[in-house]
C-alpha cells in the first residue's frame, strides 16, 4: 500500500497550490479520502474528506470556501485545491484511506506528507 503525495512548496499569501495524492496497493474506490495536517506544536486537524464515490465533501470550517478536494478514481488520485492562502495554513499535509470494515472497525493508510508554506 502507498499514498504518495505531492505538489506542496512555498507559496505567497492570496496563493494557489493543489496537492495530489496518488494511490496504488489497495481499492481506492472503495476508500473514503482525507487531507489531514500538522503545523509545529499544534494537533493534527482534518482538513477535508471525500466519501469513495466522490458523491460528498466536508471541509473544516478553517478552509472551508478556499479549499477543494477531489478524486480520479480512474487514476487513483485524490487533490486538494488551496486557493485563498494563509500562513495559518502553513503545515505539513497528509492524505489518507479509510474504510469500515465488516467487523465494525476500521481500517486507515496514511501517506509521508508533503509540507506547505505561506509567506511573503
Known sequence: VQLVESGGGLVQPGGSLRLSCAA???TFSSYNM???R?????ERELVATITSSGGSTNY???VKGRFTISRDNAKNTVYLQMDGLKPEDTAAYYCTADRRTYGGGK???WGQGTQVTVSS
Open 24 to 26: 496504488s496497493g489497495f
Open 34 to 36: 482525507n487531507w489531514y
Open 38 to 42: 500538522q503545523a509545529p506544536g499544534k
Open 60 to 62: 473544516a470550517d478553517s
Open 107 to 109: 481500517i486507515t493508510y
